[in-house]
């Protein structure tokens, strides 16, 4: 039997590893890590960081490398799109474990943030465990989410009191709207500026971040209809400067007291 750790690793911030990670991180034999091309070279960088941060001088661990599949966004239906992607990766994934793994060793798969938001590697190995052509066992180490740590960073709340919160992608926000009974909306992958739709509602307030976590960090809050502009450009520039983006952002409406 192979052991998969399914380790969250947090939004960016070495520091924001979670001693049960620490102590995941070190019974590792093999990391295996996807490869999504050089833009994104800094994302492999900083698992290699935590590694030889957190993991005991004296324990041995190696690294197994695939390149990602790649996938077209603006192609096709979304769900069949993602579960085309999901299989490719399956298929790496199983390579990685039949080649890179001796029975009863454990492997790691570092996911940013946490595992349970916004990220596959749960559903593909379960699906790898139930196909059977591997037999595998599998464990999942939550992390900090980039939600989480987008609203420390803007030192506020994720919810106003006694309300809920959706936490939604850029294409459902566009579909859908805002959603009419909710206060807060958390919007992750939105590649198309969806707040810019919003921007002439002045009830709106955004708290936008990109990197965050990292030493590349930005942070824009403010009246939505006032920042909009603002936070496009700067996210411009960095998509220019470093090849590629991640980030994030809470939209909240401001009520009428009573």
């Known amino acids: 039997m192979k052991t998969i750790l399914i380790i969250g690793i947090g939004a960016g911030n070495p520091e924001h590893i979670t001693i049960q990670a620490v102590n995941a991180l070190n019974r590792v034999d093999v990391f295996f890590i996807m490869d999504k091309g050089e833009a994104k070279g800094s994302m492999i960088d900083l698992r290699r960081d ?18 990602s599949p790649q996938w077209d966004r603006h192609s096709g239906e979304y769900n069949a799109v993602i579960g085309g992607l999901n299989s490719d990766k399956q298929a790496v994934f199983e390579q990685m474990i039949a080649g ?6 454990t492997a790691g798969v570092l996911v940013w943030g946490d595992p349970s938001l916004y990220d596959s590697t749960i559903r593909i190995m379960t699906d790898i465990a139930a196909a059977g052509r591997q037999a595998i066992t599998y464990d999942v180490i939550p992390g900090i989410s980039s ?13 106003t009191v006694g309300q809920p919160v ?22 992750m992958l939105d590649g198309d500026e969806t707040y810019r739709h919003f921007a002439e509602d002045d ?25 909009a502009g603002q936070i496009a450009q700067a996210r411009a520039a960095a998509k220019k400067t470093h090849g590629w983006i991640m980030d994030s952002y809470l939209l909240r409406r401001r009520r009428q007291k009573d």
């Not at 890179?100 to 060793?105: L, N, W």
């Not at 939600?147 to 919810?159: I, V």
């Not at 708290?207 to 209809?225: C, Q, S």
Request: glycine share 8%; aromatic share 10%.
């Open 166 to 187: 959706e936490i939604t992608t850029g294409r459902r926000l566009t579909e859908g709207g805002f959603p009419p009974r909710t206060d807060s909306v958390f919007v």
């Open 147 to 159: 939600l989480h740590a987008l609203t420390a960073q803007h030192r506020t709340t994720l919810n």
């Open 203 to 227: 009830s709106l307030d955004i708290y936008w971040g990109a990197y965050v976590g990292t030493p590349d960090e930005i942070l824009i809050a403010g009246r939505l209809k006032d920042v």
């Open 100 to 105: 890179e793994m001796q029975d009863g060793e």
């Open 50 to 67: 935590i590694c030889a941060r957190f993991i005991t001088a004296n324990r041995k661990y190696r690294f197994a490398t695939a390149q």
